[in-house]
């Protein structure tokens, strides 16, 4: 078994959140994580919704990061992200197996643009994963809890 799954491309694409896997949220269906994630930065529903209809999730994102976020944001966007996961993992069950079959695997959102706060980045000179990989903890946590049931 690896080590670890640092890349959420190729075959562990189904863990990334640009993964196509329609999730719900407050009552509006979204084609990804991302999206919905994105969306829910703000509380204006006509924000939501275009959002929602961006025709890929890198311009999810993309409007994501140019809204005003909602005061809460920092206090609520990691819960809302373990809820959108779990969603995902409970709702689909070909991926709820997949994510089973990465077995005790660590899994890293490992990224080259930077992100240390979802993901790691790796650092040559240390030659290790830096980065509070709050996503991959979050899988690993969904992982454990299917694991469980």
């Known amino acids: 078994m690896e080590e670890s799954i640092t890349d959420f491309r190729g075959e562990h ?3 990334s959140n640009f993964y196509p896997s329609p999730i719900e949220m407050d009552g509006a269906e979204y084609p990804t994580i991302e999206h919905a994630f994105q969306a ?7 924000r939501r919704r275009a959002i929602r209809d ?3 999730p890198s311009k999810a994102k993309q409007m994501g990061r140019r809204i005003k976020r909602r005061e809460d944001w920092f206090d609520v966007s990691l819960s809302i992200m373990e809820s959108l996961i779990r969603q995902k993992f409970t709702r689909y069950p070909d991926l709820h197996q997949k994510l089973l079959n990465t077995g005790s695997t660590s899994l890293i959102e490992g990224n080259n643009w930077g992100d ?7 650092d040559t000179h240390q030659n290790q994963w830096i980065g509070e990989n709050h ?3 979050i899988l690993m ?9």
């Open 13 to 15: 694409d189904f863990l």
């Open 40 to 46: 829910a930065k703000t509380q204006d529903f006509a």
């Open 54 to 56: 961006a025709d890929s």
């Open 116 to 122: 240390k706060f979802y993901g790691a980045v790796w």
């Open 135 to 137: 996503l991959g903890k």
């Open 141 to 149: 946590k969904v992982r454990d809890e299917l694991r469980g049931s």
